[in-house]
């Protein structure tokens, strides 16, 4: 599904080049649910971000099944990312004057589906999350585990291949953690394909394998073979 060889990335700004990613070897088979560690500056985010063909790299490889994604237009790059990728953060990123409903359905509303179609499509992919009652409420007035469901709906709806979340738990609780791990984990078992940023041991023990960035490139890596428990 996910195949990375020896990925290099730097950030320039002004005169500083900063290397963050020095020849990083991944491999992701289809249906794994993947957790990505690493200290706050390892390198997690900007990982992500190319996976997700948010951003470009400087050397190495990535193929995204059979495609070598390197130097795509936009339009292309838009193209996979809307017919493999689902993307969660921490922060929800959900538009803070639309309702639940209208949220999940945005990216339906950028690919120009009529409005009718794109609201009974959310409404569906909410009462997958167990939301149909709130999807006429705005962000404020949900809990952040809510809000989180509304991003992991809108995540789903183009029906992705991989699902891709930056720290999905950071902005909540212990609690309200493992309910969306729960959440992840049946979304992986439909056979979506789940990779994970996070620096909370807890949270990445609730996977199937882990991996550890440090210094630019993986430290180390496991499966675990133990069942997967919750609190
Ligand atoms: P993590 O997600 O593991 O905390 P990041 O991938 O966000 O780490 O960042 C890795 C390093 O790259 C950090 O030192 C960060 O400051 C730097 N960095 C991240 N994004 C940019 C950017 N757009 N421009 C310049 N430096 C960046
Ligand atoms: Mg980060």
Do not use: C
Not at 127 to 137: D, M, N, P
Not at 204 to 222: F, M, P, Q
């Amino acid at each position: 599904m996910i195949r990375v060889n020896q990925l290099h990335k730097s950030y320039i700004t002004g005169s500083n080049s900063l290397h963050v990613l020095k020849g990083l070897d991944i491999d992701i088979q289809q249906g794994e649910m993947v957790s990505i560690m690493g200290s706050s500056g390892s390198g997690k985010s900007t990982l992500l971000n190319i996976l997700g063909i948010l951003d470009n790299y400087d050397k190495g490889e990535f193929y995204l099944g059979d495609t070598l994604i390197k130097d795509l237009n936009e339009k292309k790059a838009a193209w996979y990312r809307n017919k493999m990728i689902g993307f969660v953060f921490q922060s929800f990123n959900l538009i803070t004057f639309k309702n639940a409903m209208e949220n999940v359905a945005l990216p339906l509303y950028y690919q120009k589906v009529s409005r009718k179609k794109r609201n009974r499509i959310a409404m569906e992919y909410l009462e997958k999350v167990g939301l149909t009652e709130w999807a006429h409420h705005l962000p404020s007035e949900l809990s952040g585990g809510q809000k989180q469901r509304v991003a992991i709906a809108r995540a789903l709806i183009n029906n992705p291949k991989v699902i891709l979340a930056d720290e999905p738990t950071g902005a909540l609780d212990t609690q309200t953690s493992y309910e969306v791990m729960e959440l992840f984990h049946e979304i992986n078992r439909s056979g979506i394909t789940m990779i994970i940023v996070t620096h909370e041991n807890d949270i990445a023990e609730k996977t199937e394998r882990i991996i550890h960035l440090k210094d630019g490139v993986i430290e180390k890596e496991y499966k675990q073979n133990h069942s997967i428990r919750y609190a």
